[in-house]
């Protein structure tokens, strides 16, 4: 598995390629939720910070389980998939005057996303490098999908989505780096491979490489062909 | 003349699965392979239900820990901290009913170091006074009960019994046990330490 940091997604004030590859995404700038920050954007610069936040609330609902999706199959862990999302919407807003139309909204913010994933991922390493590994966050995890399944879902069944999860998540997780976060950008966050590349940074054509050697692995992994 | 015929390779098949999931056209030669092939028609609809699958399960799964409620809960905590944003922390005076007067920032710090200092010299002094009153009263009464470790009837797990009244040949045999195990060719880097410890003889004779 490589190394997180070595994934790590350039700032939006780097890289002119990248930033073309992000205004050949934008072919949908008037996106509404690209209107919608740029809107955001011009009353926070009026200090009208009450109407911007009462706007702002509109973004976080148009991408919020999105992201969610995105952060908790990137880390697989629930309570850090929670704390990712959140950090990332409180700095969009935080960062919203430096946000600039060449990038649609979902572009930015998924990058602004994927950085805060990386970083808790480097820090997990770390962690795990130093200290003993904790299941506190997996006996959550499991907590909160109990907790979440019908009551009159049978025992049998739990357990069947519980290993089919587990396989799951082990499949993912042994996917190399910029596997895995292509993989889970398209995939999961149904973007299509332009729009990874101009999130990511990366070349389309090496997104769609990437995408496919994943896809190939995991279907190794998890039984189909490979 | 029958020609051979040549199926479509994994990646063809897949970049028509990303065209179609992407909204885009796929490559026209492969969809019409696909379109005309029996066996290639099977191998994508294998693959389309694959990732379908796979899709499908992370969404039950990420529904199944996110819920609406959680989701709901997660959109007021972003929104409790964006309100503060900007916003100067708050500081709350402790204690507040003592503190009635604000101190320059130099003049707080000094305060802190005089109490540090005032503690660690209790602290050196307490247990100073301590380890001296400690070792008197070991000399003048010695504790009734004594440990030792006795090997006679497992030699391969030592037994840890507690006797009262034990005779001094006991703590003898303790002591030159611990050597004989200091000395085993797996402690040597222990024998350092073994050296910075105050022998229980030397420091009976020193009192004396």
């Not at chain 1, 999130?199 to 490489?209: A, D, H, K």
């Not at chain 2, 034990?166 to 797996?186: K, N, Q, R």
């Not at chain 2, 105050?198 to 004779?205: F, K």
């Amino acid at each position: 598995m490589s190394d997180p940091r070595s994934v790590r997604l350039a700032d939006s004030s780097q890289g002119a390629a990248a930033e073309a590859r992000g205004r050949k995404a934008a072919a949908d700038a008037s996106a509404p939720d690209t209107q919608l920050a740029i809107e955001v954007r011009t009353l926070v610069a009026n200090g009208d910070l009450e109407a911007a936040r009462e706007r702002f609330a509109g973004l976080v609902s148009a991408h919020q389980r999105r992201a969610v999706r995105i952060a908790y199959q990137y880390l697989r862990d629930a309570a850090e998939a929670d704390e990712a999302v959140q950090d990332a919407f409180v700095k969009v807003f935080g960062h919203i005057s430096s946000y600039r139309e060449a990038w649609p909204f979902e572009v930015w913010f998924t990058r602004i996303l994927i950085n805060g994933c990386l970083d808790r991922r480097k820090a997990r390493a770390r962690r795990d490098r130093w200290f003993v590994a904790s299941e506190e966050a997996t006996g959550l995890d499991e907590a909160r999908y109990a907790g979440s399944v019908a009551p009159d879902n049978d025992p049998e069944a739990r357990i069947l989505a519980r290993e089919r999860r587990a396989r799951l998540a082990s499949a993912i997780s042994r996917l190399d780096g910029r596997q895995r976060l292509v993989f889970t950008l398209c995939h999961f966050g149904d973007r299509t491979p332009r729009e990874v590349s101009a999130i990511t940074g990366l070349n389309e054509s090496t997104v769609r490489v990437h995408l496919f050697r994943a896809a190939r692995k995991l279907r190794g992994l998890l039984g189909g062909k490979s | 003349m029958i020609g051979r015929v040549r199926h479509l390779q994994e990646d063809r098949l897949f970049d028509c699965y990303t065209a179609a999931q992407a909204g885009e056209l796929p490559d026209p030669r492969s969809a019409a392979h696909i379109a005309d092939c029996t066996e290639c028609r099977a191998r994508y609809d294998e693959l389309v239900q694959f990732m379908d699958g796979l899709r499908q399960e992370a969404d039950e799964d990420t529904a199944a820990v996110f819920t609406p409620e959680t989701l709901r809960a997660q959109q007021q905590h972003i929104m409790r901290r964006i309100e503060h944003l900007g916003h100067p922390a708050r500081v709350l005076s402790f204690p507040g009913r003592v503190v009635r007067r604000h101190f320059a920032p130099a003049a707080g710090r000094i305060a802190p170091r005089w109490t540090a200092a005032a503690a660690a010299a209790g602290l050196v002094i307490g247990v100073g006074v301590g380890v001296v009153f400690d070792s008197r009263n070991r000399v003048a009464a010695p504790s009734p009960l004594a440990m030792t470790i006795s090997r006679t009837a497992r030699p391969a797990a030592p037994v840890v019994s507690v006797a009262v009244e034990a005779p001094v040949a006991d703590d003898d045999a303790f002591l030159s046990e611990i050597e004989t195990v200091l000395g085993g060719p797996h402690n040597q880097e222990l024998l350092p330490f073994d050296a910075l410890t105050p022998r229980v003889q030397e420091l009976l004779a020193g009192l004396r």
